[in-house]
């Protein structure tokens, strides 16, 4: 198999409109992963709920092997998404189910893949380290560019992502050449709207973003992830891979919802939380 992802799951709850789609930074990459022809695997847990019955079956249509995707008593983690006045929010959130104890059948399982991706919201920084010693790490930082979390793991990481729609190009560029010096082979900042800088420890490629009608862009960034690790793992130039994550990730700035497979919200959800704006 080409690419494992290991850890966080959520569902996305839209009340607006009345919508729940599966999701989660793992998830997502692994589905857009095989979207784009990868083998790909997931690791993770979720609940003996709807929810968790939901994300399972998408994952399972979508031809991700859930092999080793736990099911356990409890809920699946959910987050509120809101759109207010074009601008999209976060109200209340729950992880519930989804922090996964990595045992000895995962390790034996991951090291079947030729890369394991992971995220700061799985929350296994201890494990990053020995998942690496199986295979090439992939990990998405989001918004922790360079800092004491970053320092912790770039070393057990061979490619690393990061949001940088805070910073500027050069500052971008800086965080780059500091991660791959810091041992990563390739690191890749997403920079929202002025598109994404990617570099492979002696060549930065630029890769504009494309226009679409934006209707929402959650998971765009994840989708930009899979299509830079499915380049990465055939052996495409910087360039092909690029131009294709950004057709992949505008596609799902058009849609709600991070891959699709939406189910109705209301009635008997039972989530602990009501689903409003704060």
Same mark, same amino acid.
């Given at each position: 198999?080409?690419?494992?992802?290991?850890?966080?799951?959520?569902?996305? @709850?839209?009340?607006?409109?009345?919508?729940?789609? %599966?999701?989660?930074? @793992?998830?997502?990459?692994?589905?857009?992963? !095989?979207?784009? /022809?990868?083998?790909?695997?997931?690791?993770?847990?979720?609940?003996?709920?709807?929810? /968790?019955?939901?994300?399972?079956?998408?994952?399972?249509?979508?031809?991700?092997?859930?092999?080793?995707?736990?099911?356990?008593?409890? +809920?699946?983690?959910? !987050?509120? =998404?809101?759109?207010?006045?074009?601008?999209?929010?976060?109200?209340?959130?729950? $992880?519930?189910?989804?922090?996964?104890?990595?045992?000895?059948?995962?390790?034996? *399982?991951?090291?079947?893949?030729?890369?394991?991706?992971?995220?700061?919201? &799985?929350?296994?920084?201890?494990?990053?380290?020995?998942?690496?010693?199986?295979? %090439?790490? #992939?990990?998405?930082?989001?918004?922790?560019?360079?800092?004491?979390?970053?320092?912790?793991?770039? +070393?057990?990481?061979?490619?690393?992502?990061?949001?940088?729609?805070?910073?500027?190009?050069?500052?971008?560029?800086?965080?780059?050449?500091?991660? @791959? /010096?810091?041992? &990563? #082979?390739?690191?890749?900042?997403?920079?929202?709207?002025?598109?994404?800088?990617?570099?492979?420890?002696?060549? *930065?490629?630029?890769?504009?973003?494309? $226009? !679409?009608? =934006?209707?929402?862009?959650?998971?765009?960034?994840?989708?930009?992830?899979?299509?830079?690790?499915?380049?990465?793992?055939?052996?495409? %130039?910087?360039?092909?891979?690029?131009?294709?994550?950004?057709?992949? +990730?505008?596609?799902? @700035?058009?849609?709600?919802?991070?891959?699709?497979?939406?189910?109705?919200? +209301?009635?008997?959800?039972?989530?602990?939380?009501?689903?409003?704006?704060?």
């Amino acid at each position: 198999m080409d690419l494992v992802a290991v850890g966080d799951n959520i569902t996305d @709850c839209y009340p607006g409109f009345d919508l729940m789609f %599966p999701g989660g930074n @793992c998830v997502n990459v692994a589905v857009h992963a !095989a979207r784009l /022809g990868a083998g790909t695997s997931y690791v993770g847990s979720v609940g003996d709920d709807d929810r /968790g019955r939901q994300l399972a079956d998408a994952l399972r249509s979508e031809q991700v092997d859930i092999s080793h995707l736990r099911i356990q008593p409890g +809920s699946t983690g959910y !987050a509120t =998404v809101l759109h207010q006045d074009g601008e999209r929010t976060f109200g209340p959130f729950d $992880r519930g189910a989804s922090q996964v104890s990595l045992v000895p059948a995962d390790f034996e *399982f991951v090291a079947q893949h030729a890369l394991a991706h992971s995220s700061y919201a &799985a929350q296994l920084e201890s494990d990053i380290p020995a998942l690496a010693e199986r295979v %090439p790490v #992939s990990f998405d930082f989001d918004a922790h560019t360079g800092d004491d979390y970053a320092q912790q793991l770039i +070393s057990s990481v061979t490619h690393a992502f990061f949001s940088a729609a805070h910073l500027t190009a050069e500052e971008s560029r800086d965080l780059l050449s500091w991660a @791959c /010096g810091s041992g &990563a #082979s390739s690191a890749l900042a997403t920079r929202g709207a002025q598109g994404a800088i990617y570099y492979d420890g002696s060549t *930065f490629t630029t890769q504009p973003a494309l $226009r !679409a009608t =934006v209707r929402d862009t959650l998971g765009a960034g994840d989708a930009f992830v899979a299509a830079v690790l499915h380049g990465i793992l055939t052996g495409q %130039p910087a360039s092909k891979f690029l131009a294709r994550a950004a057709i992949v +990730s505008a596609s799902v @700035c058009e849609n709600l919802g991070a891959f699709g497979h939406s189910t109705a919200l +209301s009635g008997g959800q039972h989530l602990p939380v009501p689903l409003s704006a704060p």
